[in-house]
T-cell receptor
Framework: DVKVTQSSRYLVKRTGEKVFLECVQD?????MFWYRQDPGLGLRLIYF???????EKGDIPEGYSVSREKKERFSLILESASTNQTSMYLC???????????????FGPGTRLTVL | KNEVEQSPQNLTAQEGEFITINCSYS?????LHWLQQHPGGGIVSLFM???GKKKHGRLIATINIQEKHSSLHITASHPRDSAVYIC????????????FGTGTRLQVTL
């Protein structure tokens, strides 16, 4: 079974702090994703990576950065946390579809971040 | 307007009822994904489909590409089916990235 793990289930930080959210997958997937989920808005893509050191902005990248130094690990960084970044953060991974088609995404358990 | 719309937003059913959740999309897609999210946050994949119908246990998913519509059916519903059901699509030309609906919250009571 594919396993996607996230470093914390719950996290409380203060405004202005630098925050690191870590995601690790164990199935050698090329693609990794960071989403945030807010009531009434659904999941929105923050950043996406299709290979080590490669990244693409998603729909809402402002205030976030990412790092992918190893294939299995994808980190989301909040350089200076703000209260409007309080949310549920979900990581996912999938195989790279060379034909440009769809490949099932596997999700981590989520990190509920509160910024005070 | 969202590219992926789900209805209803909230649904309450009694145990044993047949449930239908609808998903309509306004873009070209290569496939559609039905996901389930239980309280606490974890999301699991239920179905991926690009045509026709798929069945797994009491769950059935159908898609009509011409009408840009998919349905998720739950037969003989049970309280453990209570969850948020999310429809997502792979838009044509944006391989790997999903576009999500806002979810349908289902509560099944005894």
């Amino acid at each position: 079974d594919v396993k996607v793990t996230q470093s914390s289930r719950y996290l409380v930080k203060r405004t202005g702090e630098k925050v690191f959210l870590e995601c690790v997958q164990d199935m050698d997937h090329e693609n990794m994703f960071w989403y945030r989920q807010d009531p009434g808005l659904g999941l929105r893509l923050i950043y996406f990576s299709y290979d080590v050191k490669m990244k693409e902005k998603g729909d809402i990248p402002e205030g976030y950065s990412v790092s992918r130094e190893k294939k299995e690990r994808f980190s989301l960084i909040l350089e200076s946390a703000s209260t409007n970044q309080t949310s549920m953060y979900l990581c996912a991974s999938s195989l790279l579809s060379l034909a440009g088609g769809a490949d099932e995404q596997f999700f981590g358990p989520g990190t509920r971040l509160t910024v005070l | 307007k969202n590219e992926v719309e789900q209805s209803p937003q909230n649904l309450t059913a009694q145990e044993g009822e047949f449930i239908t959740i609808n998903c309509s999309y306004s873009v070209g897609i290569s496939a559609l994904h039905w996901l389930q999210q239980h309280p606490g946050g974890g999301i699991v994949s239920l179905f991926m489909l690009s045509s026709g119908k798929k069945k797994h246990g009491r769950l059935i998913a159908t898609i009509n590409i011409q009408e840009k519509h998919s349905s998720l059916h739950i037969t003989a519903s049970h309280p453990r089916d209570s969850a948020v059901y999310i429809c997502a699509v792979w838009k044509t030309g944006t391989a790997s990235k999903l576009t999500f609906g806002t979810g349908t919250r289902l509560q099944v009571t005894l």
